[in-house]
């Protein structure tokens, strides 16, 4: 199984990610940059659902099996203000945005494998958990994002099974 990990803007911390979710998940992880997509845009922030969109063609021009994007810009999402990331189980594909982590710079990048590890799960096929700890459980504020942990619950990994390393 092929994932695509494709950067709509620059990471500097992209082939750390890449290490992690390696670490993390059985599938081979590809990463491309891309250009941005001409999103619908609401002030400054960008549509999600566009960003699932373009990704869901490059995901299929790759001949990749799941696709997940990165990109810097703030994303809404219908009637939501904001959102970390949006996924989409049809399509395999998810957007995360770093534009709302990135406060305190040595939290960045645990919260950026949170929100990645929490798409990706959505992608696999898993709904929000209800336990805090468990990285599927739904964050819409950054004390939230602090308060899970950068991994799958028991129940929630032993239905990722065939997807992780361990
Ligand atoms: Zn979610
Ligand atoms: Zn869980």
Request: charge should be neutral; charged fraction near 25%.
């Amino acid at each position: 199984m092929l994932c695509l990990l494709v950067l709509f803007d620059d990471l500097s911390y992209a082939q750390k990610l890449k290490d992690v979710l390696s670490k993390a998940f059985s599938f081979e992880i590809k990463v491309i940059k891309a250009k941005k997509p001409e999103c619908l845009a609401r002030g400054n922030q960008l549509n999600a659902d566009d960003f699932l969109g373009e990704l869901s063609l490059l995901r299929k021009n790759e001949a990749s099996d799941i696709a997940i994007g990165l990109t810097g810009s703030d994303l809404y999402h219908r009637n939501l203000n904001f959102v970390f990331g949006l996924a989409s189980f049809a399509t395999k594909c998810c957007i995360v945005s770093w534009h709302r982590l990135k406060e305190s710079e040595n939290k960045f990048f645990e919260r950026l494998v949170k929100e990645c590890l929490h798409e990706l799960g959505h992608v696999l096929g898993l709904a929000h958990c209800a336990n805090k700890k468990c990285v599927m459980s739904f964050s819409n504020s950054l004390e939230e994002v602090d308060e899970k942990e950068a991994g799958f619950c028991n129940s929630c990994a032993e239905q990722l099974k065939p997807y992780l390393r361990i």
